[in-house]
């Protein structure tokens, strides 16, 4: 078993933070990812062209695939059609992993294009994405799983792009003597899948999402954000197999000076344990430091820091906190309908624009779909949560 030491709060309750080494830090950060970006850019140019110059196989299929006289408009719309399906068959790689493995089915998102399930059905939705052409989210089972499970998971994209590129390379090549057209575009298919594999390969960050390859080169030499991820999933389940976050497990060290993405999922989860131990002082620390280091949250999870931080200036009676979060959380907040979009609409509605009725609406709403949330430990919280709200109006 992995062990941590708990960390030591004194000098958050003394101020210790230094706010212009933080920002001096929040600025370096910034200025490293865009050259990590240009530099990982370039790295990723020469990759494939080496790939496709120096591997014999990778060259005969290009020369396949130019012997047709096809119009480039129309090879440029196959290679559109490949990186299409690469991305989902790179999703769906991790799915079938996921199902094998008893994960279940969060959000799938497709460039704009998402699909989320909430209250027990699937969503529709258009949302711009930051950093990734295609995610996949599922919830890790209630049961405990062996590393080698969680490697396969995080393994099953990059697996089923290299099944489809070596299947679509033979078809491809079957195909080439009857229906040029059609071996062209399948050989262009299977080639886009073999870029979408060495792409995803690659130990990389963007906008702040760790690629598979950053996370299974991580779990073959052991690294230390591994560990958190492990981590992160084992209190998942809990949360899932229905213990309360003031009951949850959590031992480990983070260090608050310098908080990387790794961390702050585990953050929020030390958020939601003290939240629901009802102990107000150590639940600003935390909102203090996720709010001093959103820079380094995955922009597809900022969501769900933003409702805590609404929340947090809600029951703080901090209007101008609440109202910046809430207006962050955005179009994502409004057409939440889970007890946990619902319970930070209800406390905004309240605290701070004074309409109880609308409150009342959003408890009521929230306390008739609570039972279908996927984290049945959170929602007992959200429910106390929200019930103690409710209460509070009708006593008005």
């Not at 619902?342 to 605290?351: N, P, S």
């Amino acid at each position: 078993m992995i062990k941590y030491k708990r960390y030591n709060y004194k000098h958050i309750n003394q101020g210790g933070f230094n706010l212009k080494t933080s920002e001096e830090k929040n600025k370096l950060r910034i200025v490293l990812k865009k050259v990590g970006f240009i530099v990982s850019s370039v790295i990723i140019g020469v990759l494939f062209g080496f790939v496709s110059a120096k591997i014999p196989l990778m060259d005969y299929l290009g020369e396949k695939i130019f012997e047709v006289d096809v119009p480039i408009i129309i090879s440029f719309l196959f290679m559109i059609i490949g990186i299409f399906i690469a991305i989902n068959i790179h999703e769906f790689g991790h799915f079938v992993f996921g199902k094998i493995f008893d994960y279940k089915l969060i959000s799938y998102r497709i460039s704009i294009f998402s699909w989320e399930k909430e209250n027990e059905e699937i969503k529709f939705s258009i949302k711009k994405n930051k950093g990734y052409s295609g995610l996949f989210k599922m919830l890790p089972p209630k049961k405990k799983l062996s590393s080698y499970k969680q490697f396969l998971f995080y393994s099953g994209g990059i697996l089923f792009n290299l099944i489809l590129f070596i299947a679509f390379s033979l078809l491809g090549l079957f195909l080439f003597n009857y229906i040029e057209i059609i071996s062209h575009a399948v050989l262009i298919i299977a080639i886009m899948n073999l870029f979408m594999a060495i792409f995803n390969l690659l130990p990389l960050h963007f906008k702040n999402n760790p690629s598979d390859g950053k996370i299974i080169w991580g779990f073959i030499f052991k690294k230390s954000y591994v560990e958190k991820l492990i981590e992160n999933n084992r209190i998942s389940s809990q949360l899932a197999a229905g213990v309360r976050p003031r009951n949850l497990d959590i031992s480990l060290s983070l260090d608050m000076d310098d908080l990387k993405g790794y961390d702050m999922g585990l953050l929020i989860f030390l958020y939601f344990k003290e939240l629901d131990n009802n102990n107000l002082k150590k639940v600003n620390e935390y909102i203090s430091l996720i709010e001093k280091n959103l820079d380094v949250i995955p922009a597809h999870s900022l969501p769900a820091f933003y409702y805590e931080l609404c929340y947090n200036g809600c029951i703080m009676k901090d209007k101008e906190k609440a109202k910046k979060y809430y207006q962050k959380s955005g179009k994502t907040l409004q057409e939440d309908q889970d007890i946990n979009g619902l319970r930070v609409k209800a406390y905004y509605k309240y605290y701070i624009k004074g309409d109880n009725k609308k409150a009342l609406k959003y408890c009521e709403d929230a306390l008739d779909v609570a039972d279908k949330h996927p984290l049945k430990g959170q929602a007992l919280m959200e429910k106390d949560l929200v019930k103690k709200l409710k209460k509070l109006i009708e006593s008005n």
